[in-house]
């Protein structure tokens, strides 16, 4: 180095520690910004996940007095709350729910498989119907029960306010959901083993049966596990369809009346007395049991099968 | 393309074409293929049928009530016996519950997306997305009551300065609304980011910059057609949704932005009316189906707009 006088050394000296913490300072402005922004980040999160956490606490805590087997043996009553139960609801549900699975496996995948593996893309048919899955996948789910209203207890079909028509209304709902999620898990299938198969003289309906749906099946599972639990947890759509009415007897699958037990909860919620709350509240972590059991399965199931070809 | 065609074009028809002709008709084929077609074409039939069964009744409607008194109204009393039609207070209440909804998801959601995309490690990530796929299978029910026994009282006790005279509350249940789309617009945003190009993200990094300026100069306007796509959709989903609104915002008509007040929106006004036994073909019955189109065709633009948008950060980068 070049010998220099006091000050000169001193002057450098002063430059460079000034630059230096500068730019340190700089660096720590970073530093703090992006510690803040985590922070903000990491809020929104936790916000979310204390939402989800506070439901399931709040139902569990406050439903607790009347959690017990009688809540779903006992059949439902508007003069003796702490007595009433689920009973006639949650058969409703079993057959709703049973109907809609009924309904939607069969056209769902088979939607899904014609749009995968025979819809030919250049067709003006095959991607209006593409699109319009996608539309009615975002139609409210209070626009079927009008559906429901209208066709199917009324008018074409005139099935009256029975459990199937329930059903039918549901499977109409959760359909798209279903066929969505088919397409996805037909569409991860890699084109080679279709091509294999093929080449080996299947026929495509043999290739699509014996290849691509058993590969694709923990996949449309996912899809049909998650719509039942929608369908399940659903309630709007059924206040048109209804099962609004207080139903003291096992319903019948195609004639009488039927409720579900989001419908029940709903009915039991908007009465004034504070046992019939209690009750309503034991109800939504019954369901909200079902639910979730429901959901953590189809997530559970995604995880285990995720298969890299 | 004919079946025939198609149960070809897999055996290829390079050499001699008649002898990998297949040798028997092959009904069986055909027959599975026209059952495929017609549940595809279904869906085509359901879309269908929703509009018509929508607009018979909402033709009856506009016959017995102008649609000046419809759109231009401000009282909405349908079923008194001078009714009124004024659409505009349910639809301000829908409106409520959307704003409320948004303030609550949108930075929410946001949040979380930026983190699951930019931030979280896999781990983190493989805990964090089921949780937020479990909060979106919640059913409403449950939110609805959540937010009318838990969240009403609560916020009652945290801001006893405002009005609570109602024990409805549309700011509660907007904010109860909010909570139930987070997890549409996290995933859907989240998918966005993490379709932008690692080669960008390199980029932004080789230059300087760190982590936050990346994430919020790069990754999040290079998504940012999928981020407003997820926030549209969220907004549909509020607009249609219906438990939670009848739950905890109550029935009453309003036309106010006042947080702490009770109000009908449209979607309440549907599924509180038609409980009982409406008889088909009365005004009442109509009614319905009149607010019903409206709320069909304002989904149906914010889906449209979310479905154009999706597809236009797929074209950019897939």
Redesign the interface.
Known sequence: MMPLSGGTRLAAAGARAVTEDSLRNTNRA?RA??AI??A??????G???M??A??LI??LV?GAPRLGIELLTNGPSTVRPEQAGFRTSIIGSLMVVGGVLVLIV???V??A???EE???RNRWWNR??E??????A??????????G???IV??PLSLG?VAVAGSLTLA?LV??TV?IASREAIRAVPPSI??GS??L?A???Q?VRRQVLPAALPGVLTGVI?SI??A?????PL??VGA?TFVTFDPDFFTGAYSTL?VQ??NY??RPQAEF?VL??AG?TV??GL??LM??FA?WLR?RYEQSW | ?STSD??AS??GTMFSRRSLE?SSP?Y??KA??V??????????V??S??VV??LL?TIDFFRQVSLSSFFLDTVWAPRQATGRFGVWPIVVGTLNIVIWALLVAI??????A???AE?ASTRVR?I?K??????A??????????A???LRPAAERALPFLEWSSLFSVGVAGVAVG?MI??LV?SISDDAMRAVPRALREGGYGLGA???KV??RIVFPGAISGIVASIV?AG??A?????VV??AAGRTPNLTFNPTQSVQTM?AY??GT??G?IP?GTLDYDT??AV?TL??VM??A???L??RLVQRFREAYE
């Not at chain 2, 089921?130 to 909060?135: A, N």
């Open positions: 970073d910004t992006s922004f985590l903000l980040l990491l809020l929104g999160v916000v979310a996940m939402g989800l506070a439901i709040w139902a406050e069969p056209i769902g088979g939607a498989i014609y749009l025979y819809a030919d209006l119907i699109l319009n899955i996608q539309n009615l975002g139609v409210p789910s209070i626009v079927f029960g009008i559906l209203l209208a066709f009324r008018g306010f109409l359909l798209p066929i279709r091509e093929l080449a003289g026929t495509r309906w290739t998650l639990a929608r399940t947890g659903e309630a709007a206040l048109l609004v989001p909860i709903y919620s908007s709350r309503a509240i939504v369901m909200l639910v979730l959901n953590s997530v995880n | 393309m198609i149960a897999g055996s297949a092959r069986g084929e599975i293929y059952f495929l077609a017609l549940c595809a074409l279904l869906s085509v359901v879309t049928s929703i069964s929508l009744p930075p929410i959601g946001l949040a979380s930026i983190y699951l931030y493989r964090v089921p949780i937020l796929e479990i909060l299978g919640i059913p409403t029910v449950a939110i609805g009551l959540f009318f026994l838990f909570l987070v997890p996290a760190n982590k936050l994430s919020l959709l549909s989903r607009v249609g949704e219906t438990m009848l739950i979607t549907i599924g038609a409980t036994d088909t319905l189906f019903g709320l069909f989904t149906l914010l889906n449209v979310a479905i």
